[in-house]
């Protein structure tokens, strides 16, 4: 993730009150009390209370909390099938919350595709029909969108399958359907409403890598809420946390894991953090390919493309780590007709003994995102942590 | 301390209400009067024009594919029987009635029915409105529509909208209403507009319930119909009016039966049409 991605959707000072009175419970909040005392005072539901984050163009940022933290409100809110009480949600220019109907309708469809829990998908039509729905009712000719929900469903990996009626299929293929659904529409924004929690383990695993292979290869700006915290880590560009209709921390899945804001976010993450017993050793990964020091330009460039790295270890015979080589510069060498590699190797990338604790990794991650040496005591290369590797690490070791 | 109370004078003012609509309005029910006749007529004509055989194998046929040969056999032999007895003239004319009456109740009921579902104010109006209508005993209803369109079959059909229109109305509500949220929501949340909402998603998934309630309309539909003898309408009921009056209960039983079995195969198929709109 690069520092330069533009912003999506603003959310400033949303908040949303269920409840006839709404001005009073805003009130009480804004004097100070929480949740459960306006609930007592008023019998207002603070659902939501002064939430601002933004939303960049191309990420998957996960909402987080328990059951009640306000999830499905603060999502519902967005594309206004919750009417917010105040606050502003700016996407591309327009603020939502001020829309007329008609313009409401624009908006979302143009921007907002929803997955649900429940699939909800519509039992009288067929996959392709379904497949269909949002192009359909934007009025798209028949051709186009027999096209679109075809790639849609391909996409999910559900070709062959476009005749068969929701109720004939599983719950893993009903979500598909779901999210082709949504891609078919092309909308700027994805949002999903704990789109995996009615799903198995297993199948939900793989839902989650193919969302995130997806969301790779289309980059597109994805909401994700779940209660879930492996999810969250598994999938989350950044992550938010919700407790009582507020924000306690929003972060990436690094931050949270490592700088928890307050005790609920600790509690949260009990289960997961073991970073302190963990150690390099753990997640660490075998090298794919390294060079030899006596290898030329040419040699490491070919080996580079042949395991598609975009930089290489380079290794004495006895894989004592002398240091890294960038493709780029390999490149350069190879044209400017040079024999060795000797000039073009640097030292310029983290490495740790086989004992360092996972918890100390996260921050060795520097913004090239080069991955991290681990090497024994004389030097010699064990193998690579990559950022993930940690997270996916951290994670499973939260579940056993 | 015996207050004196008047008596209201309710029936005056019922009356009193009447006679102002139909000077009032002469002009459009002498204009519904004569459509609504011209459409009776025609399709007796044609159902009488047809051989009554053929009638009942085109009826048959629809039984078999709607339903099945079980149908298809019980209701040719019941159609049959009815013809044996010299009743199809009569049973041709209430089933005109009952299919004229039944279509103009759900044309009437559909939007009502819509609009209750959608709107809550007009479901708190028209749900105390279809209680009324149904509480009140039948023939009460056939003796304001003569001051309206005279004796005879319009009259009756009058009477039988109204009769038969409330499960129709209730039904769609019910139907409508009972869509899941989260359908609802998905819909929302593609942006459809209401119509897109109602004609793609809610009609659809409520068709069965529809069904159901138009079922419940034919049903009363046809006992009305054989009621509205009374008031000079022709049918199966007016052969068991006359029977009654010539006292001669056997005639009277076998008309009765004829409504039975014009009963049962109109029951069934509807139900089998429900049925198979559910399957697929
Ligand atoms: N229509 C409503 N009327 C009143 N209160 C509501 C309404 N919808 C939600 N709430 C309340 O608002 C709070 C947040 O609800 P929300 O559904 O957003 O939680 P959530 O985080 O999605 O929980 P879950 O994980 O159970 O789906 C809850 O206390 C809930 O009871
Ligand atoms: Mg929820």
């Given at each position: 993730m690069s520092e330069s991605q533009t912003t999506k959707i603003q959310v400033r000072g949303l908040s949303k009150v269920f409840g006839s009175q709404?001005?009073?419970?805003?009130?009480?909040?804004?004097?100070?009390?929480?949740?459960?005392?306006?609930?007592?005072?008023?019998?207002?539901?603070?659902?939501?209370?002064?939430?601002?984050?933004?939303?960049?163009?191309?990420?998957?940022?996960?909402?987080?909390?328990?059951?009640?933290?306000?999830?499905?409100?603060?999502?519902?809110?967005?594309?206004?099938?919750?009417?917010?009480?105040?606050?502003?949600?700016?996407?591309?220019?327009?603020?939502?919350?001020?829309?007329?109907?008609?313009?409401?309708?624009?908006?979302?469809?143009r921007h907002f595709s929803m997955v649900f829990q429940n699939f909800a998908l519509f039992p009288h039509r067929t996959v392709q029909n379904n497949a269909e729905y949002g192009l359909e009712i934007r009025g798209v000719d028949k051709a186009e969108r027999t096209q679109k929900a075809r790639d849609a469903l391909k996409q999910v990996g559900l070709d062959g399958w476009e005749d068969a009626m929701p109720s004939q299929l599983s719950g893993g293929m009903q979500q598909r359907v779901g999210l082709a659904r949504a891609l078919a529409n092309d909308s700027s924004v994805l949002l999903m409403d704990e789109a995996f929690s009615a799903l198995d383990p297993l199948i939900r695993k793989d839902m989650q890598q193919e969302l995130l292979e997806l969301q790779h290869r289309m980059k597109k700006t994805t909401i994700f809420i779940t209660h879930d915290l492996d999810e969250a880590l598994n999938i989350g560009d950044r992550i938010i946390l919700l407790k009582d209709g507020e924000i306690v921390q929003i972060g990436t899945p690094e931050d949270i894991l490592t700088n928890p804001a307050d005790e609920y976010v600790a509690r949260f993450i009990e289960g997961v953090d073991m970073s302190r017993i963990l150690t390099a050793r753990h997640a660490m990964r075998p090298v794919r390919a390294t060079a030899r020091e006596d290898d030329g330009p040419r040699t490491v460039l070919r080996k580079l493309s042949e395991n598609g790295l975009d930089s290489i270890y380079v290794t004495t015979r006895e894989r004592k780590l002398l240091g890294l080589v960038d493709a780029d510069a390999a490149d350069q060498a190879a044209k400017d007709g040079e024999q060795s590699i000797k000039a073009i190797l640097h030292d310029d990338f983290p490495r740790v003994g086989p004992d360092e604790p996972l918890n100390n990794l996260f921050a060795m991650f520097n913004e090239k995102s080069r991955p991290i040496a681990v090497v024994d005591e004389n030097q010699r290369l064990l193998g690579v942590v990559v950022k993930g590797a940690v997270l996916a690490e951290l994670a499973e070791s939260g579940e056993r | 301390m015996a207050i004196d109370i008047p008596r209201l004078p309710l029936g005056d003012w019922i009356e009193g209400g009447l006679d102002y609509l139909t000077t009032q309005f002469s002009a459009v029910t002498r204009g519904i009067s004569h459509v609504t006749q011209g459409g009776i007529n025609s399709l007796n004509d044609a159902l009488m024009w047809m051989p009554a055989w053929s009638l009942i194998a085109?009826?048959?046929?629809?039984?078999?594919?709607?339903?099945?040969?079980?149908?298809?056999?019980?209701?040719?032999?019941?159609?049959?029987?009815?013809?044996?007895?010299?009743?199809?003239?009569?049973?041709?004319?209430?089933?005109?009635?009952?299919?004229?009456?039944?279509?103009?109740?759900?044309?009437?009921?559909?939007?009502?029915?819509?609009?209750?579902?959608?709107?809550?104010?007009?479901?708190?109006?028209?749900?105390?409105?279809?209680?009324?209508?149904?509480?009140?005993?039948?023939?009460?209803?056939?003796?304001?529509?003569?001051?309206?369109?005279?004796?005879?079959?319009?009259?009756?059909i009058f009477a039988t909208v109204i009769f038969s229109m409330p499960p129709a109305i209730r039904f769609t509500t019910l139907g409508i209403r009972q869509v899941p949220k989260e359908l609802i929501e998905a819909a929302d949340a593609f942006g459809s507009t209401r119509s897109q909402k109602l004609v793609k998603v809610q009609l659809p998934l409520s068709l069965p319930t529809i069904m159901a309630g138009i079922n419940q309309t034919i049903m009363l539909a046809l006992s009305m119909v054989v009621i509205a003898a009374m008031i000079g309408a022709d049918g199966l009921g007016n052969e068991v009016w006359k029977a009654i009056q010539r006292l001669r209960p056997g005639d009277g039983f076998e008309a009765g039966i004829a409504v039975v079995i014009l009963a049962m195969v109109l029951d069934r198929l509807t139900q089998s049409f429900r049925k198979t709109k559910k399957a697929q």
């Open positions: 709404p001005k009073k419970a805003l009130e009480l909040r804004d004097q100070g009390l929480k949740r459960p005392e306006i609930l007592e005072k008023t019998g207002q539901t603070l659902g939501l209370s002064n939430i601002s984050f933004d939303v960049k163009e191309g990420e998957l940022l996960v909402i987080m909390g328990l059951s009640g933290s306000g999830k499905s409100t603060l999502i519902r809110c967005l594309n206004r099938l919750i009417e917010p009480t105040e606050g502003d949600i700016i996407i591309d220019g327009e603020n939502i919350p001020k829309l007329n109907e008609k313009e409401l309708l624009q908006c979302r469809r | 085109l009826i048959a046929l629809l039984c078999w594919r709607m339903s099945g040969v079980r149908l298809a056999v019980g209701s040719a032999l019941g159609l049959a029987l009815i013809w044996n007895l010299g009743l199809w003239d009569p049973m041709i004319e209430s089933l005109t009635l009952v299919v004229i009456a039944t279509l103009v109740a759900v044309v009437i009921a559909l939007p009502l029915g819509i609009l209750a579902a959608i709107s809550n104010r007009f479901y708190a109006i028209i749900m105390p409105v279809l209680d009324f209508m149904q509480t009140m005993p039948a023939f009460v209803y056939l003796i304001p529509a003569i001051p309206f369109f005279g004796i005879g079959s319009v009259s009756a």
